[in-house]
Nanobody, 123 residues
Framework: QVQLVESGGGLVQAGGSLRLSCAAS????????MGWFRQAPGKEREFVAGITWSSGNTYYAGSVKGRFTISKDNAKNTVYLQMNSLKPEDTAVYYC????????????????WGQGTQVTVSS
């Protein structure tokens, strides 16, 4: 049974940083992608960043490129999202999700999801 567990959310001031973690278990992820999504109140869930387990290829949404970095630790089966220069508009529940390669931004193509972690950026 695949499990994805996010952690690391919290309250931070604008301009600050947070690092989210997603611990994955339940299958071999070598041919899979891990993605981070976020959903703000009243808005659609949107793609933030993705990484392939095998090659480490990454892809970012334009709104976070240059501020957020996705990375992985294969030994720990954990994916990270380092978020710098945070803005109030980054406030959302952040989810990690998995799908077979390649990286896609469409949330409907991801088959497993974590429970989410709240990130709140104050102005």
């Amino acid at each position: 049974q695949v499990q994805l567990v996010e952690s690391g959310g919290g309250l931070v001031q604008a301009g600050g940083s947070l690092r989210l973690s997603c611990a994955a278990s339940g299958r071999t992820f070598s041919s899979y992608v891990m993605g981070w999504f976020r959903q703000a109140p009243g808005k659609e869930r949107e793609f933030v960043a993705g990484i392939t387990w095998s090659s480490g290829n990454t892809y970012y949404a334009g709104s976070v490129k240059g501020r957020f970095t996705i990375s992985k630790d294969n030994a720990k089966n954990t994916v990270y999202l380092q978020m710098n220069s945070l803005k109030p508009e980054d406030t959302a529940v952040y989810y990690c999700a998995s799908r077979p390669t390649p990286i896609e931004s469409m949330k409907g193509s991801y088959d497993y999801w974590g429970q989410g972690t709240q990130v709140t950026v104050s102005s």
